[in-house]
């Protein structure tokens, strides 16, 4: 079951079944191989159909597609692999590495820049998303001690530059907004020169879109161009639009030039048609991605972790990534030291619930966690990951008194009573909570202390699955 509060849209629901489609039937072609003594032609032929149909049905490019099976095909018949005693072993590599082709050699986010102020101008067609990715930019430039104004060049639109304010607003950024100015290239100019005034490094420019592409959008960005010499040309594209954000790529690259490609609407597990094609298609980079509704859900494209939750192998330095920024050092230290010392309370667990739900989505979290498909799927088959049981569970923990979070021995069933009541719950959610707890202290101490002494490789696997139950048992009725 799904909370209450969490918002979802058939498309965004299709989109994450395309994406975790292309993963498993791509894993399932390397556990049809795995069965395997000896790898043969034949073996490679029948798996590779099965690839080029997984990638067809993802809306990747054909020509790409043709291209890339071709290039696995001739390194896969090579007699060395063929004659391995780990055929599937080398068929997920060389696969893993050809993927890693498709994207070219690019680290994603922004090159150094080249003048300053660094002009920023976000092209594409109406509904892309521009305008949240002119607001998400700003945050992550300032992320990088950057400092950026936004101005949109969305004249016949006003609601769209009402919207570029808001969001701008609420990111923290400033918005150059001239009363009366419905001029797309003066508004442009006139940013440029109070990007300079102010101080600000940075000019991103939201321009106009359109349902389809026309000869006077295209002279107007043109025009827009000029004036402001933008180095930085992104093209943001919906990735759910699949091989059409890529003709109207091309298209803007032609006219305008595009020096990178945003992709937006990409949730945690998004392994798009679209990402695999761009490259391929126009030789043009995919700087960021875009994965949520929230500010900070704009990260610089990585090849290699795409392709590693691809082929299900996780994607381990995009959450560690994302931990770090909502757990210091100092914290994470402390915490390690209440685990060690067998101290882990009802307050450290609330705390560590609330920064696993900063991070993002837990379908997300589990997503980049290598191994963590199965699960994911296991829980697709039978009940769904539910958010808004984290939300009963902190409900419950905020109820308790401070000593009583400090110290649950204390908890008593009179105290238990009051805790539901206070929480909106049931006694027996309650104790459930406590008796799940009781079991995580344990495993942390266990945990902790094989961590401490560097022994015990078996058992420390027995308790991160361990760990991995109580998570699910707590995210589930």
């Given at each position: 079951?799904?909370?209450?509060?969490?918002?979802?849209?058939?498309?965004?629901?299709?989109?994450r079944?395309?994406?975790?489609?292309?993963?498993?039937?791509?894993?399932?072609?390397?556990?049809?191989?795995?069965?395997?003594?000896?790898?043969?032609?034949?073996?490679?032929?029948?798996?590779?159909?099965?690839?080029?149909?997984?990638?067809?049905?993802?809306?990747?490019?054909?020509?790409?597609?043709?291209a890339?099976?071709?290039?696995?095909?001739?390194?896969?018949?090579?007699?060395?692999?063929?004659?391995?005693?780990?055929?599937?072993?080398?068929?997920?590599?060389?696969?893993?590495?050809e993927?890693?082709?498709?994207?070219?050699?690019?680290?994603?986010?922004?090159?150094?820049?080249?003048?300053?102020?660094?002009?920023i101008?976000?092209?594409?067609?109406?509904?892309?998303?521009?305008?949240?990715?002119?607001?998400?930019?700003?945050?992550?430039l300032g992320?990088?001690?950057?400092?950026?104004?936004?101005?949109?060049?969305?004249v016949?639109?006003?609601?769209?530059i009402?919207?570029?304010?808001?969001?701008?607003?609420?990111?923290?950024?400033r918005?150059?907004?001239?009363?009366?100015e419905?001029?797309?290239?003066?508004?442009?100019?006139?940013?440029?020169?109070?990007?300079k005034?102010?101080?600000?490094?940075?000019?991103?420019?939201?321009t106009?879109?359109?349902l389809?592409?026309?000869?006077?959008?295209?002279?107007?960005?043109?025009?827009?161009?000029?004036?402001?010499?933008?180095?930085?040309?992104?093209?943001?594209?919906?990735?759910?639009?699949?091989?059409?954000?890529?003709?109207?790529?091309?298209?803007?690259?032609?006219?305008?030039?595009?020096?990178?490609?945003?992709?937006?609407k990409?949730?945690?597990?998004?392994?798009?048609?679209?990402?695999?094609?761009v490259?391929?298609?126009?030789?043009?980079?995919i700087?960021?991605?875009?994965?949520?509704e929230?500010?900070?859900?704009?990260?610089?494209?990585?090849?290699?972790?795409?392709?590693?939750?691809?082929?299900?192998?996780?994607?381990?330095?995009s959450?560690?990534?994302?931990?770090?920024?909502?757990?210091?050092?100092?914290?994470?230290?402390?915490?390690?030291?209440?685990?060690r010392?067998?101290?882990?309370?009802?307050?450290?667990?609330?705390?560590?619930?609330?920064?696993?739900?900063?991070?993002?989505?837990?379908?997300?979290?589990?997503?980049?966690?290598?191994g963590?498909?199965?699960?994911?799927?296991?829980?697709?088959?039978?009940?769904?990951?539910?958010?808004?049981?984290?939300?009963?569970?902190?409900?419950?923990?905020?109820?308790?008194?401070?000593?009583?979070?400090?110290?649950?021995?204390?908890?008593?069933?009179?105290?238990?009573?009051?805790?539901?009541?206070?929480?909106?719950?049931?006694?027996?959610?309650?104790?459930?909570?406590?008796?799940?707890?009781?079991?995580?202290?344990?495993?942390?101490?266990?945990?902790?202390?094989?961590?401490?002494?560097?022994r015990?490789?078996?058992?420390?696997?027995?308790?991160?699955?361990?760990?991995?139950?109580?998570l699910?048992?707590?995210?589930?009725?």
């Amino acid at each position: 079951m799904r909370s209450a509060g969490q918002v979802t849209t058939p498309g965004a629901d299709r989109q994450r079944e395309m994406f975790e489609a292309l993963s498993t039937r791509l894993q399932d072609v390397f556990r049809s191989l795995r069965g395997q003594p000896r790898l043969t032609e034949e073996s490679v032929e029948a798996a590779l159909r099965e690839i080029r149909l997984a990638l067809l049905e993802a809306d990747v490019n054909f020509r790409v597609v043709k291209a890339f099976v071709d290039r696995v095909r001739d390194r896969a018949v090579d007699q060395a692999v063929l004659r391995s005693l780990t055929p599937d072993q080398h068929v997920v590599r060389i696969v893993r590495d050809e993927m890693r082709a498709l994207f070219g050699d690019t680290t994603g986010g922004l090159p150094p820049a080249t003048s300053s102020p660094r002009v920023i101008l976000l092209l594409g067609l109406q509904g892309s998303g521009k305008t949240t990715t002119a607001a998400k930019l700003g945050a992550w430039l300032g992320r990088q001690g950057r400092h950026a104004l936004l101005v949109s060049t969305d004249v016949r639109r006003p609601a769209a530059i009402a919207q570029l304010s808001v969001v701008g607003t609420q990111a923290g950024l400033r918005v150059h907004d001239p009363e009366g100015e419905m001029d797309p290239v003066v508004r442009a100019s006139g940013a440029l020169v109070a990007t300079k005034n102010l101080g600000y490094d940075t000019l991103i420019v939201d321009t106009a879109g359109r349902l389809h592409l026309d000869d006077e959008l295209m002279a107007e960005l043109e025009a827009i161009q000029r004036a402001v010499a933008a180095g930085d040309r992104l093209f943001v594209a919906d990735a759910m639009t699949g091989q059409d954000a890529i003709k109207s790529a091309g298209e803007f690259n032609r006219r305008i030039g595009v020096t990178g490609v945003v992709l937006t609407k990409m949730d945690g597990d998004a392994r798009g048609g679209a990402a695999l094609s761009v490259v391929g298609v126009l030789g043009v980079p995919i700087a960021f991605v875009g994965s949520g509704e929230r500010v900070q859900d704009l990260e610089p494209f990585h090849p290699d972790r795409v392709v590693s939750r691809v082929l299900g192998m996780g994607d381990v330095l995009s959450l560690i990534e994302k931990a770090e920024q909502v757990i210091t050092t100092e914290d994470a230290a402390r915490l390690e030291r209440k685990i060690r010392r067998d101290e882990f309370t009802l307050e450290d667990f609330r705390d560590q619930l609330r920064a696993i739900r900063k991070m993002g989505p837990l379908e997300q979290i589990l997503g980049m966690i290598p191994g963590m498909g199965a699960l994911k799927e296991l829980n697709a088959q039978r009940d769904q990951i539910d958010e808004g049981q984290l939300t009963r569970v902190e409900a419950i923990i905020n109820s308790m008194t401070p000593t009583e979070r400090r110290q649950h021995q204390m908890i008593n069933g009179s105290r238990r009573k009051r805790i539901a009541r206070g929480s909106g719950t049931s006694v027996e959610e309650v104790n459930r909570l406590l008796k799940q707890f009781v079991e995580m202290r344990k495993m942390l101490k266990v945990v902790g202390g094989m961590a401490g002494s560097g022994r015990g490789k078996k058992g420390k696997g027995k308790g991160r699955r361990q760990a991995l139950h109580n998570l699910r048992s707590m995210m589930n009725q």
